[in-house]
């Protein structure tokens, strides 16, 4: 049997996708257009203090095409709070006009393939902290996919030994670390929690170096042979204080 890799895992995760019904939305007169909005500020902004009290992340985004509209990225300490988050968030009156697309719950997660021996707590090295829970910018642009790693005849990433999974996830790991500064990666663990092994998370303010760096990790072999992805969901930030430019 191959060995399993070690992680870390950080704060919980949930990606909920929604369709807007615009047609009921613009039946609404102003006051309870404005109602509406207020109220989902006052939702958001309550996820900014939880934020800034680093207790949490969020981010809400309005996708690109039609396979959703809005994405609304939380994280937490535990899955019973983000449970309880998304009952919260459920019975706002924005969501009656809102139809799930999507859904994805996961961990933040490190592996260890490139970890370095030590005997320090990797759960109190600061640099490991601000990955697991992480304090997401308000970059202008997300893109959010789940995937897998392959397990096909003798295309079984599951099956190398770990020292060639180390090396693979080295190259990978070559290759993010150029777009550094352009990109910001968070990769969110799955197995036993959602269709998907993983949900990658990139934000940046430009789209199209996510186009550059989804192709170029395409030659590389760790996706080349074994990436297996899901739907891509593209889209752009939407400040708390601007909800009227969408929904008006
Ligand atoms: C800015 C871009 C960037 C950077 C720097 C980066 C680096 C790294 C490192 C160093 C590591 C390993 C340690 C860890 O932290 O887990 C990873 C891990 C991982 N990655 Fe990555 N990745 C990036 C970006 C990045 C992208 C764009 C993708 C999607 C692949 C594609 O073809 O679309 C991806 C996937 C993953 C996955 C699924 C994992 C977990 C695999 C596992 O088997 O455990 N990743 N990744």
């Not at 704060?11 to 609404?28: C, E, F, I, K, P």
């Amino acid at each position: 049997m191959s060995e399993a890799v070690s992680t870390l895992d950080g704060w919980w995760s949930l990606h909920l996708l929604y369709n807007v019904d615009w047609t009921a939305l613009r039946l609404l007169d102003e006051a309870e257009q404005d109602a509406l909005i207020s109220e989902l500020q006052a939702f958001l902004d309550k996820q900014q203090a939880v934020q800034d009290e680093k207790n949490g992340s969020y981010a809400f985004y309005n996708i690109t095409g039609q396979k959703a509209d809005l994405l609304l990225w939380l994280l937490r300490p535990t899955v019973d709070e983000l449970n309880a988050l998304e009952l919260e968030f459920n019975k706002l009156q924005i969501s009656e006009f809102l139809m799930p697309s999507y859904s994805y719950v996961s961990v933040v997660e490190m592996s260890s393939y490139l970890a370095k021996d030590s005997d320090e707590d990797p759960y109190e090295n600061p640099y490991v902290k601000s990955r697991l829970y992480p304090d997401l910018p308000k970059s202008q642009y997300i893109c959010f996919y789940p995937m897998d790693k392959k397990r096909d005849g003798d295309d079984n990433w599951y099956m190398l030994p770990m020292e060639e999974r180390q090396k693979l996830m080295r190259d990978h790991g070559m290759i993010g670390r150029s777009y550094a500064g352009k990109i910001k990666q968070y990769i969110t663990g799955s197995q036993g929690l959602d269709k998907y092994e993983w949900g990658v998370t990139l934000l940046s303010d430009d789209m199209l170096e996510f186009k550059k760096i989804i192709y170029e990790m395409r030659f590389d072999e760790t996706s080349a042979r074994y990436g297996v992805f899901g739907d891509f969901y593209v889209g752009v930030h939407i400040p708390n204080d601007q909800l009227d430019l969408l929904f008006k």
